[in-house]
T-cell receptor
């Protein structure tokens, strides 16, 4: 079956670092995505990993271990505007459809 | 480029009514997707299309239909609306895939539908 797990909620302090974990069990794998979704808005793309290791984009980094079925999103120097839901999604590896399987999302609250 | 646009933004339907949610993209993307998102949940795939004239079911297709007569448009049809279809609906598109290519999905602003 297809299963993607993320913590439901996290809280962190402005200026701190937070790590959001994602574990997955899927029948195929063709890359892992992280999306950010502010309340009442559409998801927007943050990062993509297809090979093991760390990808860094400014204050955001994403890590992947395919053998462990594990990824994390690291947010540094947290700002109030980072309060949002963070969605982990695995791209289906079967066929050339680009289908994404989403986790339920992690709601991050950044406090002053 | 406007990206992915959806209409309407909000709609209230009575049980048993029908409606079409419109989705248009101007990025010449081959791949288009319809998702629904229930409160506090992730996105569930309803239908998808890999090109004009080609559609296929996703994870939760029951109660919905789609068509893809052009590259730009991918409307979602609800027949006989039910309260279980109360949700936020997102349309998304992505470029042609190569093996392992990034080609992230771009999302429209969503349609908030209530069925009472």
């Amino acid at each position: 079956g297809q299963n993607i797990d993320q913590p439901t909620e996290m809280t962190a302090t402005e200026g701190a670092i937070v790590q959001i974990n994602c574990t997955y069990q899927t029948s195929g794998f063709n890359g892992l995505f992280w999306y950010q979704q502010h309340a009442g808005e559409a998801p927007t793309f943050l990062s993509y990993n297809v090979l093991d290791g760390l990808e860094e984009k400014g204050r955001f980094s994403s890590f992947l271990s395919r053998s462990k079925g594990y990824s994390y999103l690291l947010l540094k120097e947290l700002q109030m505007k980072d309060s949002a839901s963070y969605l982990c999604a695995v791209r289906d590896g079967s066929g050339n459809t680009g289908k994404l399987i989403f986790g339920q999302g992690t709601t991050l609250q950044v406090k002053p | 480029n406007a990206g992915v646009t959806q209409t309407p933004k909000f709609r209230i339907l009575k049980i048993g009514q029908s409606m079409t949610l419109q989705c248009t993209q101007d990025m010449n993307h081959n791949y288009m997707y319809w998702y629904r998102q229930d409160p506090g949940m992730g996105l569930k795939l309803i239908y998808y299309s890999v090109g004009a004239g080609i559609t296929d079911k996703g994870e939760v297709p029951n109660g919905y239909n789609v068509s893809r007569s052009t590259t730009e448009d991918f409307p979602l049809r609800l027949e006989l609306a039910a309260p279980s279809q109360t949700s936020v609906y997102f349309c998304a598109s992505s470029g042609r895939l190569s093996s392992g290519g990034e080609y992230e999905q771009y999302f429209g602003p969503g349609t908030r539908l209530t069925v009472t």
